[in-house]
């Protein structure tokens, strides 16, 4: 079993940053390639980041791109998500995963779930 908590949600102006961050415990995190989702209200749960285990490549939503940042630190088992140029659109649950020998860019390849963290991207 691995256990995801997911921190850093909040409250931000259209155009401010946040970091999300995840830390593991349970399972060799340096074994995982991680990733992120979210879940606007009333929306199906969308791929957001992912990384692989060794921080070599590093994949995103197309709505994304440029704009949030997914890294890693395998030493403190934690995976990160810096998000700037923040749109209302942006405003959703975001849900950290886990995934061992497949990159997590799909629900259904998820093996382990975070329990979610709010962002919200006010006007």
């Known amino acids: 079993q691995v256990q995801l908590v997911g921190t850093g949600g909040g409250l931000v102006q259209a155009g401010g940053s946040l970091r999300l961050s995840c830390t593991a415990s349970?399972?060799?995190?340096?074994?995982?390639?991680m990733g992120w989702f979210r879940q606007a209200p009333g929306k199906e749960r969308e791929f957001v980041a992912s990384i692989t285990s060794s921080s070599s490549r590093t994949f995103y939503q197309d709505s994304v791109k440029g704009r949030f940042t997914i890294s890693r630190d395998n030493a403190k088992s934690t995976v990160l998500l810096q998000m700037n140029s923040l749109k209302p659109e942006d405003t959703a649950v975001y849900y950290c995963?886990?995934?061992?020998?497949?990159?997590?860019?799909?629900?259904?390849?998820?093996?382990?779930w975070g329990q979610g963290t709010q962002v919200t991207v006010a006007l």
């Open positions: 349970g399972r060799t995190f340096s074994n995982y390639n």
């Open positions: 995963a886990a995934a061992r020998n497949v990159l997590p860019q799909i629900r259904s390849l998820v093996q382990y």
